[in-house]
């Protein structure tokens, strides 16, 4: 299973830092996609993370705020949130793709093997 944590309450221009860690199996071969739905919209694609890092992929929204990073030792990836603004607010999750482990073209839209519960990120002065 995925596991998300690192959600919370922000003030609009702070960080987070969010963690997906995987048990009972390795992310090594995996692309691991960002995902997050707000309140009466529809789930959104982040950012995604080939198996060997080597390609990233950002929605627009995001570009230049964050940032996706594994660290396969600790079966683990996180995503880096900078500059948050209140419309980043929404439960993110993480998913995992074996199929297309090693690139993240068209990650917004491939079946993907294992899902997170999601994380709560809430950004509010």
């Known amino acids: 299973q995925l596991v998300e944590s690192g959600g919370g309450l922000v003030q609009p221009g702070g960080s987070l830092r969010l963690s997906c860690a995987a048990s009972?199996?390795?992310?090594?071969?995996?692309?691991i996609g960002w995902f997050r739905q707000a309140p009466g919209k529809e789930r959104e694609g982040v950012a995604c993370i080939s198996s060997s890092g080597s390609s990233t992929n950002y929605a627009d929204s995001v570009l230049g705020r964050f940032f996706i990073s594994r660290d396969n030792a600790k079966n683990t990836v996180h995503l880096e949130m900078t500059s948050l603004k209140p419309e980043d607010t929404a439960i993110y999750y993480c998913?995992?793709?074996?199929?297309?482990?090693?690139?993240?073209?068209?990650?917004?839209?491939?079946?993907?093997?294992?899902w997170g519960q999601g994380t709560q990120v809430t950004v509010s002065s």
């Open positions: 009972g199996f390795t992310l090594d071969y995996f692309a």
């Open positions: 998913a995992a793709d074996a199929i297309s482990h090693s690139y993240c073209s068209g990650y917004r839209s491939r079946p993907y093997d294992y």
